[in-house]
């Protein structure tokens, strides 16, 4: 729908280029598929392949990949399913102005997971966690136009970016835990970590990380707001791999953190939660599109609730399904791409009849629903039936997880139905402007949906090279995972009869229960993604709140806040630090005389009625301080000091015209406030200065540099030695300084300039107030 | 400020500043001074000329906008830095080279060191005089 007047005006021109650059783009996952798939029989044979480079040495991080079977299955995913989405998107996208900026996206989405996946290093693992956080924000609010597509955008962001903190804090504990950040040290260590005394954070945090970007309850509701991104996107981030970036997170560390009843319960309890509210809502959509966000919440959930055990037949119930929802899932988002480029709506009640039209779409999405559905003998049958023997196999809570996932795979035998059946057989409705369309934008669909079939009808192609590798590397001890069509009339064959016709029960009455959800859901007093616009919204009054209290505008007072602070704050570190004990020094006269010009100039500044007379005490306590440096061996400050007074006294003394400070009357109050503000601070300093001096003085670097400065680096003025040689990145990095501030105020200069030229016909310079 | 004297002296006044200036730019390393210091020496010559002559004038006799020189001087600094990079060594690493030194003298030294120093130089005048022209700018 999004894009539908994009192609229309522009699918002419440019689309040569566009396929060219298509191509281009299609390389890198095409790459990377293919050496991961070389990869297979090592990985296979049990290898953890290991590339690193050395990153930051001094904190023990390492840029470290890592190919073992979890990962594999993971990258493959990513690569094999990015291949397709690349082709259809090519299509889908067409003519598209910004064609270009999507693939950047994508590309850098695909490089985020394939990094997060692969990564063998904790930090290694974040950095490229955040890196799709990133780059699924550009992606879901690439229609930067339409509200809906920006806040869905940054919902996203902030959610799994504040998982995000909670992951890096969460793993920073892990790799304390661990006394390491390297994946294979960690996953070594379990028992340790589930030993130390800050397991329960540890845990708490590093699952706060995974379930936001897995769209768990309670933070479910980004992910169907997500929808607002094209629908290659969908298919891509939504389906196969994004939101399975917490799953993968959660399988990475299962040697390491599971095992414990908090890691089961909380698992358990959040996917169940999540597989069955999410399956009530995907009923109730009406959006094709959005229905089926929520059967990938309902995956998410299922996974989810699945990980969360120790038994091998539920780890390779998750994995298979991991596998099968990845392939109908991304066939089943892009056949409601193709839909709506065709028909103009996703909207469930006005489409019907459309297999007529589109007759290879409908193939590719009959074959993705029924392995959806989890009918023999798609590979989503199999999926299921190890869901349930899985289920079964739970010791503590088999009852609640077989009736979640029996419950959601009945929703989701009904959603499947309603998002082929009434689409393609139902009553005609809005009709299809065109046919299938060219063959990238069907074949991806089709391919997918028929691998769920190939894999389905052969199970050795995935068993032992992919599904049990992954196993294997989850519970860390060699596996044996045989995936069957037949099983024999057993417990979970019962229960799929069951979940059938409970499906089936659901699709028949969908209207009747969409009707229900419809009256009630008004009434429920919560809603999280309102929730959640309060929060944004109370945070936002909170930060104007602030602002508003804290930047007033008003110079006087910025000064006063920051004075009065620095007061408080050494008053308190004397009051810990104790007095200093008051010795007077032996002076010269010269020095006597430099100390008397100092106060001199001060007092004259303080009792001036003039501004040029305040300048020039300014000036005169300068020399003084300029006279003390020099008088204490410090030639080079004393001279900066002098120009840069001098200088100072002419820049003010030119621009004292313009300035507000003398041009009304202070009130006498005002005057005393500042009087005593002004002594305090300078009794505060001066206390504070009298202490550190009393501090015994360490000699030792003053010692170096005077030892170091003439041979190696041949200068014998230590003060210019320390700048340009020793400490020289320091300098440098203080003239730019020096450089930015000069540019900053000659921006301000000049905007001041502009606007009181522009604002009013009288302004003679005067126009800066507070 | 229109005074005849003041602005037939600071012709010469502000060269001779100027003059000072590379000076303490170039002692600066063995004794008082620096590019720091020689930097704010040489803006205050220009202060001075354009105190005498008007800020138009002043610019005119600078030829090179200063946000060019300060902008060239953070590059010299930085450049001068990157140097030792190219031969392994730490950035800012100080490099050495004594001109026609033998057993017996030590030569004519150049040195990133002072590239850097001269950079410096550049960005504090440059920095300092965008700063005044802009303020009496009108």
Redesign the interface.
């Known amino acids: 729908m999004e894009t539908n007047s994009h192609t229309a005006v522009s699918r002419r021109q440019g689309s040569g280029r566009d396929a060219a650059l298509t191509l281009l783009v299609l390389a890198a996952p095409l790459g990377a598929t293919l050496w991961l798939l070389a990869l297979l029989p090592d990985v296979r044979a049990g290898a953890a392949l290991q590339f690193a480079i050395s990153w930051v040495p001094s904190l023990g991080v390492t840029l470290a990949f890592m190919v073992d079977g979890l990962s594999l299955l993971f990258a493959l995913l990513v690569s094999g399913i990015g291949f397709f989405v690349v082709i259809y998107a090519g299509l889908y996208l067409r003519g598209h102005p910004l064609l270009s900026r999507f693939y950047l996206y994508l590309l850098l989405f695909m490089i985020g997971m394939l990094g997060l996946v692969l990564a063998a290093d904790l930090i290694t693992l974040f950095v490229f966690w955040e890196l799709t956080t990133v780059a699924s924000y550009l992606l879901i609010g690439f229609n930067h136009a339409t509200a809906a597509a920006r806040r869905a955008a940054l919902q996203a962001l902030l959610l799994t970016g504040l998982g995000g903190l909670c992951l890096l804090a969460g793993l920073i504990l892990l790799g304390n835990a661990a006394g390491s950040y390297q994946l294979a040290e960690v996953l070594q260590a379990g028992a340790r970590v589930r030993a130390d005394s800050l397991y329960v954070p540890t845990l708490l945090l590093i699952l706060a990380g995974a379930l936001t970007k897995s769209a768990q309850i309670p933070f479910h509701f980004w992910l169907p707001n997500a929808m607002a991104a094209p629908t290659p996107v969908s298919a891509y981030l939504h389906s196969a791999t994004m939101v399975k970036a917490g799953i993968y997170l959660i399988a990475r560390l299962h040697p390491v953190l599971s095992g414990t009843g908090l890691w089961e319960w909380a698992l358990t309890l959040t996917g169940a939660a999540t597989a069955v509210v999410a399956a009530v809502l995907a009923l109730r959509q009406t959006d094709l599109k959005l229905a089926l966000a929520y059967t990938t919440v309902v995956a998410l959930g299922t996974l989810t609730m699945f990980l969360g055990s120790d038994d091998t037949v539920a780890i390779a119930a998750a994995i298979t399904f991991v596998l099968v929802h990845a392939f109908y899932k991304a066939a089943l988002f892009m056949v409601v791409g193709i839909i709506d480029h065709a028909t103009g709506t996703r909207e469930l009640t006005q489409l019907g009849g459309l297999w007529r039209k589109l007759p290879v779409t409908f193939v590719a999405a009959l074959a993705a629903a029924l392995s959806m559905a989890g009918f023999p003998p798609f590979l989503g049958f199999i999926g299921k039936e190890l869901k349930y023997e899985g289920a079964l196999a739970i010791a503590t809570e088999p009852l609640l997880v077989a009736g979640a996932a029996v419950f959601a795979n009945a929703l989701m035998v009904a959603v499947a139905a309603t998002v082929v059946l009434k689409p393609f057989l139902g009553r005609p409705g809005r009709q299809a402007t065109h046919r299938d369309g060219p063959a990238g934008l069907w074949l991806g669909p089709l391919l997918l949906a028929c691998l769920g079939l190939a894999f389905g009808l052969d199970t050795s192609l995935v068993a032992d090279s992919l599904v049990q590798p992954a196993v294997t590397a989850i519970l860390g001890r060699p596996e044996t995972v045989k995936l069957k069509l037949w099983h024999g009339i057993n417990l979970p064959l019962l229960l799929s009869v069951a979940t059938l016709t409970l499906g089936v029960a659901a699709f028949a009455a969908q209207h009747r229960l969409r009707a229900l959800m419809d009256s009630v859901a008004p009434r429920l007093p919560l809603s999280a993604d309102r929730i959640w616009d309060s929060l944004i919204e109370s945070l936002k009054s909170l930060a104007a709140a602030q602002t508003r209290l804290l930047q007033h505008g008003v110079l006087h007072k910025y000064l006063q806040t920051v004075f009065v602070t620095l007061a408080l704050l050494l008053a308190l570190a004397l009051l810990h630090g104790g007095a200093p004990s008051l010795e007077w020094p032996e002076l010269t006269i010269k020095e006597w005389a430099a100390m008397a010009l100092t106060l001199a100039g001060a007092l004259m500044a303080a009792a001036a009625r003039q501004p040029l007379t305040a300048i020039c005490g300014l000036g005169a306590l300068g020399v003084g301080i300029a006279l003390i440096y020099l008088f204490f061996g410090a030639p080079d400050v004393a001279i900066t000091q002098l120009l840069v007074e001098t200088l100072f006294l002419v820049m003010i003394a030119m621009t004292l015209h313009r300035l507000p400070l003398f041009s009304r009357p202070h009130h006498a109050s005002l005057r005393r406030g500042d009087a005593l503000l002004a002594i305090a601070v300078g009794c505060a300093v001066t206390a504070a200065l009298l202490l550190a001096l009393q501090q015994p003085f360490d000699p030792a670097t003053r010692d170096y540099f005077e030892r170091a400065a003439v041979p190696e680096a041949h200068g014998r003025n230590i003060v210019n030695v320390i700048l340009v040689d020793f400490r020289a990145l320091d300098t440098f990095g203080e003239i730019l300084v020096v450089f930015a501030a000069a540019a900053a105020a000659v921006t301000l200069l000049r905007g001041h300039r502009i606007r009181s030229r522009n604002g009013n016909g009288n302004g003679n310079g005067n126009g800066n107030g507070e | 400020m229109n005074s005849p004297i003041l602005q037939g002296a600071t012709r010469i006044l502000a060269a001779l500043i100027l003059l000072f200036s590379v000076y303490m730019l170039l002692r600066?390393?063995?004794?008082?001074?620096?590019?720091?210091?020689a930097g704010?020496?040489a803006?205050?010559a220009l202060?001075l000329f354009a105190?005498a002559w008007g800020v138009a004038e002043a610019r005119a006799s600078l030829r090179v906008a200063p946000?060019k020189l300060?902008?060239a001087?953070?590059l010299l600094?930085?450049g001068s830095?990157a140097v030792a990079l190219l031969s392994g060594l730490a950035?800012?690493t100080?490099l050495?080279l004594f001109i026609g030194g033998g057993d017996d003298g030590k030569g004519l030294?150049v040195?990133t060191?002072l590239a850097?120093?001269i950079?410096?130089y550049l960005?504090?005048f440059?920095?300092?005089l965008?700063?005044?022209f802009?303020?009496?700018?009108?």
């Open positions: 600066g390393h063995n004794e008082p001074g620096g590019g720091f210091i704010l020496i803006s205050a202060i105190l946000a300060a902008a001087g953070g600094a930085g830095g950035p800012f100080g050495w030294p040195s060191v850097f120093d950079g410096v960005a504090v440059g920095s300092v965008m700063l005044f802009a303020l009496e700018d009108d």
